[in-house]
């Protein structure tokens, strides 16, 4: 017997965090994510999804009153699908394929009774940057707000008759690997160049620096398979937001005289120092983040973007970019490890750009569909 409790109380919701901690508690890789960090997804005045959509969170008990599993369910109606597509995340469940189950059975009812046809999962009931997709391959120490998961998950959901909708590549490169040939050309090329000039973003000019990327943002990916514009306001917003970790070595952009070309955004992985909180974040972890922040090398660096407006595409200033970037954070930095976070399977595109980075797929996640009609056919993801 299985009981069924919505997440409601502050009881309801510590649980809902300590559950995976105890389930991880052996586990050398798990890194557990901040309390807030989780707590905000299910904050409507925090999340702006609440405005278009619907959230809800289970706690599973057995007879005994332990936890065996959680998860949250919900609808969006911005997320936009073939079929009217319902989502879940914050899946964690014992090794038991019955209790599974019945969460799964749990959560496509509750979808059901909104007028969903399939549901997605596990993703987040937000953008696609966060808590998004199953680790299926490479069970390492996960970056920040990525999932994490046992590698019995995988064979949960796919008894369950999951299927993969799209895979997540996660791509990682050492930095003092040698560099392509192609880049030092590159580099050497646009070098000669009086108008070219590399930069690196400084946290003093964050507004300069917002008003460059948006725009370089808009003109590369606005128009691109899924992609949206950008606001300038909301980009200072963020990075301002992001100020605290900002390294400013590592970070680049690149401009025919002063007009933005091409960036690279990096930040540094905070998992690194976070792992030492125990997802608490409160006065005195924030004076801990600090001394370890300032105490402890972070030697793993993540790509956070990486754009190029059309008119410069396929010259090669990413080459002279990339180089001029990693000559320079060898000397400044202890990063040893750069990662670029997940790329879709559906974007052959970002794909050749990491595989000419000379990177190697070090992880990868699965975003799985479950069509609620069983005799419907099943379609991946669209190629962008």
Not at 254 to 273: G, H, R, S
């Amino acid at each position: 017997m299985i009981i069924v409790e919505e997440v409601q109380n502050k009881t309801q919701k510590k649980e809902f965090l300590e559950f995976p901690a105890r389930l991880y508690q052996h586990d050398q890789n798990y890194i557990r994510p901040r309390n807030i960090d989780i707590e905000d997804v299910f904050n409507p005045e925090k999340n702006k999804f609440f405005k278009n959509g619907e959230c809800t969170r289970f706690l599973f008990k057995n007879k005994n009153n332990e936890t065996v599993g959680k998860v949250a369910v919900f609808i969006n109606e911005t997320y936009q699908q073939k079929q009217p597509t319902g989502g879940f995340g914050f899946f964690d469940c014992i090794n038991d394929q019955e209790t599974a189950n019945f969460i799964f059975d749990h959560c496509k009812k509750w979808l059901q009774q909104r007028g969903m046809e399939a549901m997605d999962g596990p993703i987040n009931f937000g953008e696609r940057d966060k808590f998004w997709g199953l680790v299926i391959e490479g069970y390492i120490e996960p970056l920040f707000s990525m999932n994490y998961n046992f590698p019995y998950y995988k064979e949960l959901f796919e008894n369950y008759g999951f299927k993969i909708y799209f895979e997540q590549l996660c791509f990682s490169r050492p930095i003092f690997a040698e560099v392509s040939r192609v880049f030092t050309v590159m580099h050497a090329k646009h070098s000669k160049n009086p108008d070219i000039s590399a930069r690196p973003m400084t946290k003093n000019n964050l507004g300069k620096f917002a008003k460059d990327f948006t725009e370089i943002y808009n003109k590369a990916w606005a128009a691109h398979g899924e992609g949206k514009c950008l606001d300038e306001a909301k980009t200072l917003k963020m990075f301002n937001t992001m100020k605290p970790i900002i390294n400013e070595h590592i970070s680049w952009f690149v401009y025919e005289n002063e007009k933005p070309i091409a960036m690279w955004m990096n930040l540094p992985d905070t998992n690194q120092w976070l792992k030492y909180l125990n997802g608490k974040f409160g006065i005195w972890e924030k004076l801990k983040f600090l001394w370890i922040k300032k105490f402890k090398k972070n030697e793993k660096m993540i790509g956070i973007v990486f754009g190029v407006i059309p008119e410069w595409q396929k010259k090669g200033i990413e080459g002279y970019m990339i180089w001029e970037g990693t000559q320079h954070l060898r000397k400044h930095t202890d990063f040893k490890v750069t990662e670029m976070q997940w790329i879709g399977d559906f974007n052959p595109k970002m794909i050749k750009i990491a595989e000419n980075l000379d990177t190697t797929v070090t992880r990868k996640l699965a975003t799985y569909r479950y069509l609620f009609d069983r005799n419907k056919e099943f379609e991946r993801h669209p190629e962008l």
